[in-house]
């Protein structure tokens, strides 16, 4: 189960682009990334997922380099209500004794 | 839309009693999972199950007791709460296994006097 580490937290202000990276050097093969949000009092809500290279939706996009051993989430023009906390989640969706490790996630501050 | 419902939004109870925490899901999922969220722990797997009456430990099971009698309920079972089980609980299930897509409850927040 690769392991992957992100900051602990970030303060960004209103408008502006946010890209939360995460490592996650011994990723394997069939891993997939997976990104949640988490509100206050809420449970987490998925954002995004991607293998390689780059994921685009309406909510944020994916960046991940050839060597899979990072990935950025991008956030465009981020606002008031995109303070959560943000987890980097890696594991191989086909098998299903891979178990999820949220960890303790990036605390995102949008600042006005 | 897949909706995930917890019994409880908000719980207390006394040390020593029996506590079951329900989780409902209207989508056929099969797989459901347990966790905890402590401040500054995030959150932790107590208990996953994959298929009705199987059941898998997470990370932190100690203390705790899953039930999976039907495939859309998952419940939780705290044999005997203690003042260290106070915490938020979270429902989630997914289609598949591994990283596929976990659709969340609101969370049950328990307390343990």
């Known amino acids: 189960l690769a392991k992957t580490t992100q900051p602990i937290s970030m303060d960004s202000y209103e408008g502006q682009e946010v890209n939360i990276t995460c490592s996650h050097n011994?990723?394997?093969?069939?891993?997939?990334i997976t990104w949640y949000q988490q509100f206050p009092s809420q449970g987490p809500r998925f954002i995004i997922q991607?293998?390689?290279t780059k994921v685009t939706n309406e909510v944020a996009s994916l960046f991940i380099p050839a060597d899979r051993k990072s990935s950025t989430l991008s956030l465009p023009r981020v606002s008031l209500s995109d303070t959560a906390v943000y987890y980097c989640?890696?594991?191989?969706?086909?098998?299903?004794?891979?178990?999820?490790?949220f960890g303790k996630g990036t605390r995102l501050h949008i600042l006005p | 839309d897949v909706k995930v419902t917890q019994s409880s939004r908000y719980l207390v109870k006394r040390t020593g009693e029996k506590v079951f925490l329900e989780c409902v899901q209207d989508?056929?999922?099969?797989?459901m999972f347990w966790y905890r969220q402590d401040p500054g722990l995030g959150l932790r797997l107590i208990y996953f199950?994959?298929?009705?009456?199987?059941?898998e430990k997470g990370d932190i099971p100690e203390g705790y007791s899953v039930s999976r009698e039907k495939k859309e309920r998952f419940s939780l079972i705290l044999e005997s709460a203690s003042t260290n089980q106070t915490s938020m609980y979270l429902c989630?299930?997914?289609?598949?296994?591994?990283?596929?897509?976990?659709?969340f409850g609101p969370g049950t927040r328990l307390t343990v006097l």
């Open positions: 011994n990723i394997a093969t069939n891993d997939y």
């Open positions: 991607g293998y390689k």
């Open positions: 199950s994959y298929d009705v009456k199987m059941k």
């Open positions: 989640l890696v594991g191989d969706m086909r098998d299903r004794d891979d178990k999820i490790i």
């Open positions: 989508m056929d999922h099969e797989n």
């Open positions: 989630a299930s997914s289609l598949a296994g591994g990283v596929d897509t976990q659709y």
